[in-house]
T-cell receptor, first 114, second 114 residues
């Protein structure tokens, strides 16, 4: 079984400042890793995912995450946030073997302050 | 190019009534997942279906909940004799069914039980 821990439930940050949202996971098998974003009253949208290859993955809107196997982490970062980044961010994992459901963390609410 | 569609978006039921939630996957997707999001919680997996088959229902409550994905038509999550604790946002996701393939989420159905 897998579990995902998002250490911060809320992260307030000023506009144009950098941000890091932390994610650690626990699993007895190899996993794929995902970050999803949820805007108010909407469904989840995939932000980025790690399947294999380079441990640093990037999204089209400036976010990046790095897979660290030894620390079992997949932290999400952005060097300069915008007001429009205000949302809930969920880290998730799924087993590599087969097509298995996602296991989510509880989410981190990012609030960008003007 | 329609994404995952869910209806209704909002559903109000009185205790003891039945709730039916519908999900139409993205075109070309034959794998559907249902998740439940309680307030201040992440998403919890409920059930995974392919056309006419339940693949994994390990997250589904044993009583009152059922799901189907018929050969024709949308996937349906059915909750019988609803109780206040069933109030939540229910999200459907679909994928192509390959290992590591992205799950695309619908906008969710917000169920309120009075």
């Amino acid at each position: 079984a897998q579990s995902v821990t998002q250490l911060d439930s809320q992260v307030p940050v000023f506009e144009e400042a950098p941000v890091e949202l932390r994610c650690n996971y626990s699993s007895s098998v190899s996993v794929y890793l995902f970050w999803y974003v949820q805007y108010p009253n909407q469904g989840l949208q995939l932000l980025l995912k790690y399947l294999s290859g380079s441990t640093l993955v990037e999204s089209i809107n400036g976010f990046e995450a790095e897979f660290n196997k030894s620390q079992t982490s997949f932290h999400l970062r952005k060097p300069s946030v915008h007001i429009s980044d205000t949302a809930e961010y969920f880290c998730a994992v799924s087993e590599r073997s087969g097509n298995t459901p996602l296991v989510f963390g509880k989410g981190t609410r990012l609030s960008v302050i003007a | 190019n329609a994404g995952v569609m869910q209806n209704p978006r909002h559903l109000v039921r009185r205790r003891g009534q039945e709730a039916r939630l519908r999900c139409s996957p993205m075109k070309g997707h034959s794998h559907v997942y249902w998740y439940r999001q309680l307030p201040e919680e992440g998403l919890k997996f409920m059930v995974y279906l392919q056309k006419e088959n339940i693949i994994d229902e390990s997250g589904m409550p044993k009583e009152r909940f059922s799901a189907e994905f018929p050969k024709e038509g949308p996937s349906i999550l059915r909750i019988q004799q609803v109780v206040r604790g069933d109030s939540a946002a229910y999200f459907c996701a679909s994928s192509q069914g390959l290992a590591g393939s992205t799950q695309y989420f619908g906008p969710g159905t917000r169920l309120t039980v009075l």
